[in-house]
């Protein structure tokens, strides 16, 4: 597996802009065209005040975002990440064999 490219990106930026400054500029980044993105636009088109429905929509999804990055960049250096990446392939793998075998469909989920 090779890593993403965006890590040494992100690194700069963290340089230049801290902490706070780098995850606002790569989460507006990664997540322009997603479905969240999809949802705002179609809440800001549907309710009368589209300026607050962005401004909700991006103060909450920073709530979400920030504590995460800043515990992260606390806690990565201590963290063994070939463990971390051991974990969530063996975890990803469970889930894709779990899908393969009809987990989820007793719960109205289908393949």
């Not at 490219?5 to 997603?34: P, S």
């Not at 250096?77 to 051991?86: A, C, E, G, N, R």
């Amino acid at each position: 597996m090779i890593p993403d490219e965006i890590e040494e990106e992100e690194t700069r930026i963290a340089k230049r802009f801290g902490v706070f400054g780098a995850t606002l500029i790569t989460f507006f980044l990664a997540e322009m065209g997603d479905k969240t993105q999809a949802a705002t636009a179609a809440m800001a088109v549907h309710y009368a005040t589209p300026l607050t429905v962005v401004i909700g929509t991006t103060l909450g999804m920073l709530i979400a975002d920030v504590p995460a990055v800043f515990a992260g960049d606390k806690f990565a250096s201590k963290i063994p990440m070939k463990l971390v990446h051991t974990i969530a392939a063996a975890i990803f793998a469970l889930l894709g064999v779990a899908t393969l075998l009809g987990a989820g469909s007793g719960v109205g989920f289908q393949g």
